[in-house]
């Protein structure tokens, strides 16, 4: 089992940003690649940003490329999402998930375990 927590979510103004961090505790962090998904109210979980275990590949959304970067500290059992340029499209609830194994990383169906998530509104 791997238990993830969220936190750093907030209210910020369009163009500010946030930085939301996910705490692993549980199973070997470092063997799980990290994914942040999104969800805003009556959409469907979006992929936003993923890295490998290794932490030297990552993957990103079309619309946050340039903007956001996620990163992860092993020693820290801690993945980061650093989000800048912040849009009022950019507001959800952000998750982190972890999957052991898997190629697909932007797919949400294939993640084992998964945070409460943490609200991030961006406002116009």
């Known amino acids: 089992q791997v238990q993830l927590v969220e936190s750093g979510g907030g209210l910020v103004q369009a163009g500010g940003s946030l930085r939301l961090s996910c705490a692993a505790s549980?199973?070997?962090?470092?063997?799980?690649?990290m994914g942040w998904f999104r969800q805003a109210p009556g959409k469907e979980r979006e992929f936003v940003a993923a890295?490998?275990?290794?932490?030297?590949?990552?993957d990103y959304y079309g619309s946050v490329k340039g903007r956001f970067t996620i990163s992860r500290d092993n020693a820290k059992n801690t993945v980061y999402l650093q989000m800048n340029s912040l849009k009022p499209e950019d507001t959800a609830v952000y998750y982190c998930?972890?999957?052991?194994?898997?190629?697909?990383?932007?797919?949400?169906?294939?993640?084992?375990?998964w945070g409460q998530g943490t609200q991030v509104t961006v406002s116009s």
């Open positions: 998930a972890a999957v052991s194994g898997s190629t697909v990383v932007t797919d949400p169906r294939v993640y084992d375990y």
């Open positions: 549980g199973r070997t962090f470092s063997i799980y690649d």
């Open positions: 890295i490998r275990w290794s932490g030297d590949s990552t």
